[in-house]
């Protein structure tokens, strides 16, 4: 028998994927960052190897270095001290019997704060036509990807047609040097294939996004596995996007 599919964001979500998501937003023992001495005093080692890409997405891990990372359970996490568990940097969501419930907490995550995709309001014209610069992304458009990692800059390059980019964590290096090579400067909003690249005060590479056609734009909006590749209008994308201190470029590929 077919799995059942659940919509979240818009976008069709198998039960296989929602269950890896419930392991990782809600596992029966889940990691607590604490100071060195209390994790010693109570007895508690450190297990950061344990700390997944997608346990950090999870749980907001990063910059971690200053503290031990502890695995609890939630009678263990209960015993911390008050001020301990309020500054944790993310909330804990505790597994319970109600499937449909977690599920229902798991998709609450995934969706709070952000946008739907707009992929099936597309033109089928307007997918047509950004097929020959972006052979890609139509089949991109609409799709979570299995795990952390894929971002912004490997789904415009997998959009264009680069093999394997859109699955992997791209670095701003490659995508730069792929930028330079496959585009030219400027571009208009309404045409297929005019790359939005987001710079900050260094003019380092921030973020990306590419039009397909008639004002609609993809793009994957971080690493994290509650990210899909989706689309919006281009406004949306910018206004979505937009931080303190960058800037939007536009650049057309060739």
Not at 117 to 138: N, Y
Request: hydrophobic residues 40%.
């Amino acid at each position: 028998m077919a799995s059942a599919d659940t919509t979240v964001l818009g976008i069709e979500v198998r039960s296989e994927l929602m269950a890896q998501w419930r392991d990782w937003l809600m596992p029966p023992e889940q990691p607590f960052l604490l100071p060195g001495d209390t994790a010693r005093a109570a007895g508690f080692a450190d297990g950061r190897e344990r700390v997944s890409l997608e346990v950090a997405d999870s749980f907001l891990l990063y910059d971690i270095d200053d503290f031990t990372v502890c695995w609890l359970t939630r009678a263990q996490a209960r015993r911390l001290p008050a001020e301990v568990r309020r500054g944790q940097p993310a909330r804990h969501r505790w597994p319970s019997p109600d499937h449909a419930r977690d599920v229902a907490r798991v998709i609450q995550f995934v969706e709070e704060g952000r946008r739907r995709s707009r992929h099936r309001d597309v033109a089928e014209a307007t997918w047509q036509g950004a097929s020959g610069i972006l052979p890609a992304a139509r089949d991109l458009a609409g799709t979570f990807p299995p795990g952390s990692g894929p971002n912004c800059f490997g789904t415009v390059m997998g959009a264009a047609g680069v093999p394997d980019a859109a699955g992997i964590w791209m670095q701003r290096k490659p995508f730069e040097h792929w930028l330079a090579q496959a585009s030219r400067p400027g571009g208009r909003d309404e045409e297929a294939g005019t790359v939005l690249v987001w710079r900050d005060a260094d003019r380092l590479v921030a973020h990306a996004a590419v039009t397909i056609g008639h004002g609609w734009a993809l793009h994957k909006p971080s690493q994290g596995w509650m990210s899909p590749a989706k689309v919006l209008t281009v406004r949306e994308a910018m206004y979505s996007a937009r931080a303190r201190g960058q800037h939007v470029e536009r650049r057309t590929l060739r």
